[in-house]
C-alpha cells in the first residue's frame, strides 16, 4: 500500500463501512466479519509501518 497516510485514510474509511454495516446487519453477519477483517489488516499493517520508522530512526 502507498504512503502511511494513504493507509491512515484507507483505514478511516473502512472503519467507516464497518460501522454501517454492523448498524445494518449487526456484529455477526458475514459483511460485517469480512470487513472487521480488512480493517485488522490494515491495522496491522499500519503498526508494521510505525515500527519500521522507528527503527529507521535509530
Do not use: C, F
Amino acid at each position: 500500500m502507498g504512503t502511511q497516510k494513504q493507509l491512515i485514510e484507507k483505514i478511516e474509511s473502512v472503519r467507516k463501512e464497518l460501522i454501517v454495516v454492523v448498524e445494518e446487519e449487526g456484529y455477526h453477519s458475514p459483511k460485517s466479519l469480512a470487513i472487521s477483517k480488512k480493517l485488522d489488516k490494515l491495522l496491522n499493517l499500519y503498526e508494521l509501518h510505525k515500527e519500521k520508522d522507528k527503527l529507521k530512526n535509530i
